[in-house]
């Protein structure tokens, strides 16, 4: 039961973290092509967020219930760490990453590529911090 926990556990975290490494690329490139590619921009923004929500929620659960499983007083203090950045990169995402997306849409909605441009800059930098944040949960987590 624990193994397979596990697996799922790193299955969530890795599609958590790389789901979002093609994304700033995607931004920069349909906003530099115009109105046909930032409109399909706007359909893969939604299912990203869908997709990071769902498996950040995978991850924290499946990682909630190993913890559970193996004894809350015996997890090692890496995990409680790791646990923080984890939580810290989602205040991030619900804090400053969803009030850029939403002026990345109604910039890409209004065709002000100006705007989507700068949306798009502030939405990669965020992802950036949430990448490194998680990254810092894995290392507390391994080590």
Known sequence: MIVTL??????????WFGHKLLIPGDIRRAVHIGSTESDGL???????????????LGTLLSGGALMWLV????????VWVGLGLVLAALVVGAITGRPASRRLRDA??????????IAG?????????????????????VV
């Open 121 to 141: 800059g502030q939405i990669s930098r965020i992802l950036g911090l949430e990448s490194l944040l998680w990254l810092g949960a894995l290392t507390a987590m």
């Open 6 to 15: 596990e697996i799922a556990h790193i299955a969530f975290a890795a599609a």
């Open 42 to 56: 706007l359909g893969r923004m939604k299912r990203a967020e869908r997709f990071g929500i769902l498996t950040g």
């Open 71 to 78: 004894g809350i007083d015996t997890v090692d203090v890496g």
């Open 108 to 117: 890409v909605t209004r065709g002000d590529r100006v705007e989507a441009t």
